[in-house]
Structures are given as structure tokens and as C-alpha cells.
């Protein structure tokens, strides 16, 4: 079963557009959601969120959490072409970690 | 500063051949260490987990194995590859948080 979704798989914009990645999770023992960017190689970290409503912000992206609705939005304002990647969401649950299948974004000049 | 390493990078097998890819983390002790494998376009498989040296978890049933002989030292091997094995192998650690930090990575082609 899917215990990790994101929305949408891929999206193309233009620079300086808003966009807004879904990541959706169905697990027990929930203990935290992170959020990642991959361009070429290994996923960088971006945010880890424990907590409902509390808005995480570096930059232009930013993150919250809803632990009743089991959702969380990455959100990346006036993107740039060098915000191009996969973004993954991840999910920590008792002893392990289950990433979803990943959002590929493509910002164009 | 806290760094992991990964090799090789790239690696090109032929099928029913060995496999050992080797992990290592430098400025931290006790790490969490983690496999993950990567197929094309695809999101991150989990595939052991070692909270200490020798403790390996196994997420997935396959033809891989893993071992921690030291505790910032981390084994992926097999006897025999199968071309499903072909991907993109990623290793990481985490430490009293669940942030976890990946190494470069091995792509390996299994022909």
C-alpha cells in the first residue's frame, strides 16, 4: 500500500511563478515529515516538521504540517530556474522512514 | 563538520557477479546508517537500516545484504546481481533527529 503521496508527479512553470507540492501520508506511530530536493545526486534536506500549523520558512520556500488531515505543502515563491528538481516528501514512522515517489519540477526561463 | 562518503560511483556488473559497496561517515559517532535504492524516476526504496554495530534491518526481501562491521562503516553487498538490481544506491545517516544526510551516491548498471 501507498503510504507516501505527492502531487502532482511533474509540473513545468515560468519563472517567478508560486507553485504548491502535496505530500499525503497514511502511517502509525507517526514521528515526523521531511521534505527534500534532489537535482542530480543525493537529496539535500530541507525541512522536517513534527508539529500541525507551525510554518517552517527558508527563503522562498516554506512548509507546514496537518496531522489531522495527514498532509503537509512545500511551497516555493517566485520560483527560479535553479529550483528545478525532484522534491521528495519523507515520512519517519516508529523505526523507519518511507519517502513518496517524488515531485519534478521544472521552472523555465 | 559531519561528511559521508560513498564508492564507487558508478559501477558497471555483469549479472550473477558479487557486489560490496562501502559507506563511511566521518564527525559523529553511533550514526543511524541507511540503504536506499533509487530506480529511474522513481522515489527512494529503503532497503536496511543500522541503528549500531552488527544491528541491520531489513525492509525488503531480496538478494542484498548489509553489514556494520565498524560504527561509521556501512556494506552493501550481494553474491549474485540481478539485472533488477540496476539503480541508484544511496546512503545516509541520521542522528538524534530524523534528518538524514545522504552521500553521493553509486549508480550501478547491472548487464
Known amino acids: 500500500e501507498d503510504k507516501v503521496v505527492q502531487s502532482p508527479l511533474s509540473l513545468v512553470v515560468h519563472e517567478g511563478d508560486t507553485v504548491t507540492l502535496n505530500c499525503s501520508y497514511e502511517v502509525t506511530n507517526f514521528r515526523s515529515l521531511l521534505w527534500y530536493k534532489q537535482e542530480k545526486k543525493a537529496p539535500t534536506f530541507l525541512f522536517m516538521l513534527?508539529?500541525?500549523?507551525i510554518e517552517k520558512k527558508s527563503g522562498r520556500l516554506s512548509s507546514i504540517l496537518d496531522k489531522k488531515e495527514l498532509f503537509s505543502i512545500l511551497n516555493i515563491t517566485a520560483t527560479q530556474t535553479g529550483d528545478s528538481a525532484i522534491y521528495l516528501c519523507a515520512v519517519a514512522y516508529g523505526q523507519n522512514f518511507v519517502f513518496g515517489p517524488g515531485t519534478r519540477l521544472s521552472v523555465l526561463p | 563538520s559531519q561528511t559521508i562518503h560513498q564508492w564507487p560511483a558508478t559501477l558497471v556488473q555483469p549479472v550473477g557477479s558479487p557486489l560490496s559497496l562501502e559507506c563511511t561517515v566521518e564527525?559523529?559517532?553511533?550514526?543511524?546508517l541507511y540503504w536506499y535504492r533509487q530506480a529511474a524516476g522513481r522515489g527512494l526504496q529503503l532497503l536496511f537500516y543500522s541503528v549500531g554495530i552488527g544491528q541491520i534491518s531489513s525492509e525488503v526481501p531480496q538478494n542484498l545484504s548489509a553489514s556494520r562491521p565498524q560504527d561509521r562503516q556501512f556494506i552493501l553487498s550481494s553474491k549474485k546481481l540481478l539485472l533488477s538490481d540496476s539503480g541508484f544506491y544511496l546512503c545516509?545517516?541520521?542522528?538524534?533527529?530524523?534528518?538524514?544526510?545522504f552521500g553521493p551516491g553509486t549508480r550501478l548498471t547491472v548487464l
Open positions: 564527525g559523529t559517532s553511533n550514526p543511524n
Open positions: 545516509a545517516w541520521s542522528g538524534f533527529y530524523d534528518e538524514q544526510f
Open positions: 513534527t508539529s500541525s500549523g
